[in-house]
């Protein structure tokens, strides 16, 4: 993927938010403003725009003039920060932005004639706070509209967008979902708790939590637990999965990859149907 910087805009009163900390408030256990971070490891230069704060990991901190003045005067502070070619703007309230809607976003930026490209959601609604811009047209257009208007506090976004060319992503309908309301955020935490990614969701934070960085496959761990289960004893079930973690880890310390989880959860497997087959023999 070509190189790209990323700025978080994480300023905003969040006046329907009743003036809370939205960037910190958690969905899934994790602040919103992590979540966003979490979709754009690639980045050289990630800026956070926006009052400093704990992050989950390491940005660099910018503050626009005058605070809460709005998303083109953030940018303006942030864009200061960056050298890439490509610059990924996102909003700090995405919690269902992933690497996926990133890497699409970047490589649309790469079309010929484009100056960058954005979201467009499941209405044909333009998201340019989930887009990818050319580094020197963003910075030329901004200097512009700075000059103008005798800086860029209180501007609207679309005084950017219409003097650049973009192209449309049409992403994951959910990629764009952003958090205004506390009806938001209700909904979006409801919607990690559905059956078909509760699972991925909670592998994802407990990894984020514990700063581990491994791809997990999460049906070879439930076949593995099933299987102490059934063979052995119920309880042996989350046992054995750490007694695998735990191996998995040394190997990995001793130069494995993430492959060590497999070997040693196929071990464990084996042995517990050695087990089963041993209560069932006469």
């Given at each position: 993927?070509?190189?790209?910087?990323?700025?978080?805009?994480?300023?905003?009163?969040?006046?329907?938010?009743?003036?809370?900390?939205?960037?910190?408030?958690?969905?899934?256990?994790?602040?919103?403003?992590?979540?966003?971070?979490?979709?754009?490891?690639?980045?050289?230069?990630?800026?956070?725009?926006?009052?400093?704060?704990?992050?989950?990991?390491?940005?660099?901190?910018?503050?626009?003039?005058?605070?809460?003045?709005?998303?083109?005067a953030a940018l303006g502070a942030g864009i200061r920060h960056?050298?890439?070619?490509?610059?990924?703007?996102?909003?700090?309230?995405?919690?269902?932005?992933?690497?996926?809607?990133?890497?699409?976003?970047?490589?649309?930026?790469?079309?010929?004639?484009?100056?960058?490209?954005?979201?467009?959601?499941?209405?044909?609604?333009?998201?340019?706070?989930?887009?990818?811009?050319?580094?020197e047209p963003l910075r030329r257009e901004l200097a512009l509209?700075?000059?103008?208007?005798g800086g860029l506090g209180g501007l609207p976004l679309r005084?950017?967008?219409?003097?650049?060319?973009?192209?449309?992503?049409?992403?994951?309908?959910?990629?764009?979902?952003?958090?205004?309301?506390?009806?938001?955020?209700?909904?979006?935490?409801?919607?990690?708790?559905?059956?078909?990614?509760?699972?991925?969701?909670?592998?994802?934070?407990?990894?984020?939590?514990?700063?581990?960085?491994?791809?997990?496959?999460?049906?070879?761990?439930?076949?593995?637990?099933?299987?102490?289960?059934?063979?052995?004893?119920?309880?042996?079930?989350?046992?054995?999965?750490?007694?695998?973690?735990?191996?998995?880890?040394?190997?990995?310390?001793?130069?494995?990859?993430?492959?060590?989880?497999?070997?040693?959860?196929?071990?464990?497997?084996?042995?517990?149907?050695?087990?089963?087959?041993?209560?069932?023999?006469?």
């Amino acid at each position: 993927m070509t190189a790209y910087d990323a700025i978080v805009l994480a300023g905003g009163a969040a006046e329907r938010l009743g003036g809370a900390d939205k960037p910190a408030v958690r969905v899934g256990g994790r602040p919103l403003l992590d979540r966003v971070l979490a979709a754009c490891p690639g980045a050289g230069t990630t800026v956070v725009v926006g009052g400093r704060r704990p992050t989950a990991r390491a940005v660099t901190w910018a503050r626009e003039v005058p605070p809460g003045g709005g998303p083109l005067a953030a940018l303006g502070a942030g864009i200061r920060h960056t050298s890439a070619d490509r610059v990924l703007v996102l909003s700090a309230d995405l919690p269902f932005l992933g690497a996926d809607t990133v890497a699409a976003l970047v490589a649309a930026s790469e079309r010929e004639g484009v100056e960058g490209a954005l979201c467009s959601d499941q209405d044909g609604r333009d998201q340019p706070l989930v887009a990818v811009y050319r580094g020197e047209p963003l910075r030329r257009e901004l200097a512009l509209l700075a000059a103008e208007h005798g800086g860029l506090g209180g501007l609207p976004l679309r005084l950017l967008t219409r003097e650049l060319t973009l192209c449309r992503v049409a992403a994951d309908p959910l990629a764009s979902f952003d958090c205004d309301t506390w009806e938001d955020i209700a909904s979006a935490r409801a919607r990690i708790r559905e059956h078909g990614t509760v699972l991925d969701e909670w592998i994802t934070a407990v990894k984020e939590e514990l700063g581990i960085d491994l791809d997990v496959d999460t049906g070879l761990l439930l076949d593995l637990a099933r299987d102490a289960a059934h063979g052995v004893a119920r309880p042996a079930a989350p046992l054995t999965t750490f007694l695998v973690g735990y191996a998995a880890g040394k190997a990995a310390g001793d130069g494995g990859g993430p492959e060590a989880v497999a070997e040693a959860a196929r071990k464990a497997a084996a042995l517990a149907l050695r087990w089963a087959d041993e209560n069932e023999t006469p």
